[in-house]
């Protein structure tokens, strides 16, 4: 799974953001499960999905907070 870089997501718009953060959560539940049951094939994905998600995350929160925040100066 090849990692994808905080400028990619910022490209992308706030409805593909919210997918792939759900996706990730998915991805995240899915992975520990398989290692509470001994089917992990490899324990490091559970953290590079957890970084990933990461990224989503304080892209959208950059974003909404973009969209939020009073303009400043002008008068």
Request: hydrophobic letters at 30%; glycine letters at 6%.
């Amino acid at each position: 799974m090849p990692q994808v870089k905080a400028n990619q997501l910022r490209e992308k718009n706030l409805e593909e953001l919210k997918t792939r953060e759900q996706t990730l959560r998915e991805q995240i539940f899915k992975l520990r499960f398989q290692k509470a049951t001994g089917q992990s094939e490899s324990p490091q994905k559970i953290a590079l999905v957890r970084k990933e998600l990461a990224r989503v995350l304080t892209v959208i929160r950059e974003k909404t907070a973009g969209e939020s925040s009073p303009a400043t100066g002008g008068e």
